[in-house]
């Protein structure tokens, strides 16, 4: 049988690569680390009591005690980052987001080994900015799981596996017919509230002979800390999950999700399927006070027509699929060849 994946759920423990005294410069490398670490701890405890002293005087200084609380969380990190086991299983899945270390070790891995950067290339390549929003600084690890094709889905008959989706990718209808699970690494342990929206900023406004953007999905107030559990439950009690439906003739789309900051709870009224036409993110934003500048959670991924997109249009809208094509050209000599090319 397969060995089940390491995770939380199923750990394992770290066992040092080579056997003591196989390689006397590793186990003095070892050795110096774990002496680091030790000293680091002492001066930990010595100014975890200073603060408790400090903060048991009679008139604590708020400004003081933030700075020693700031510096202990640095010492905490410091006494553990270097450390083979902590480092292992922060890689491997088994971080726990409740320890400072750990925290520091997945945002740092988030930010340095290419995932932000992809993300963002994606984002700024296919003009997400700033065709839905003026500016994004994503301030947590947001990352979206859908069915995989049936073509590739392998295991038992009658499931389907999901897929981590990589940013800017095409997918098909199919595979979005349903809604996507939402994993996020958050990096900030308060609990604080965040808008989610689903928008297409490619739809056709005929009447206009442009494009506009369509709403998808949105789930106001939702919960998030670092030791908040994934993926995100109940995201589907507010305005439901419309699937993506890439009209024929239309080149492809850009399906964005995001994760917005909430200054405070938002009361925002449900958007029924023909309330959702001519979204503006930018709108919505400004009248609930979001706070872009905060960061947040973003995603994208590109889709085009497919053999699925007419039974969403019936299932969901009760209708048949639009179909849409380059306006045919001007004929320039329509009125000359109208005329007799022989004159009397």
Known sequence: PRRPNISRDRPREWHRPLAFGVLPAYDEALKYIKADSEALKTQEQHLRAALAETKASADPNTEVVQEMEKKLEILQIQSQVNLPEVRWKAKNGMADMSKAVDRHIVEKRWREEGRLDELMERIHQMFVVPDVVPYLRPSLDLRVTYPQARKTS????????????????????????????????????DTRLYTLLMVDPDVPDEANSTFQTYLH????NISLSATSSSPIADLNGHTEYIPPHPQKGTPYHRYTILLLPQKAPVSVPVLQKDQRDGFSVRDFIEKYQLDLAAGGGAFMWREAWGEAVPNIFKEFFGSEEPRYGRPPKPDLYAEARARNKYFK
């Open 217 to 220: 999905w949105l789930q106001p």
């Open 154 to 189: 392998q295991g038992h008959p009658g499931k389907t596996k999901h897929m981590l989706v990589e940013p800017g990718t095409f997918l098909l209808p199919e595979q979005t017919s349903k809604p996507p699970k939402l994993y996020t690494s958050v990096f900030h342990t």
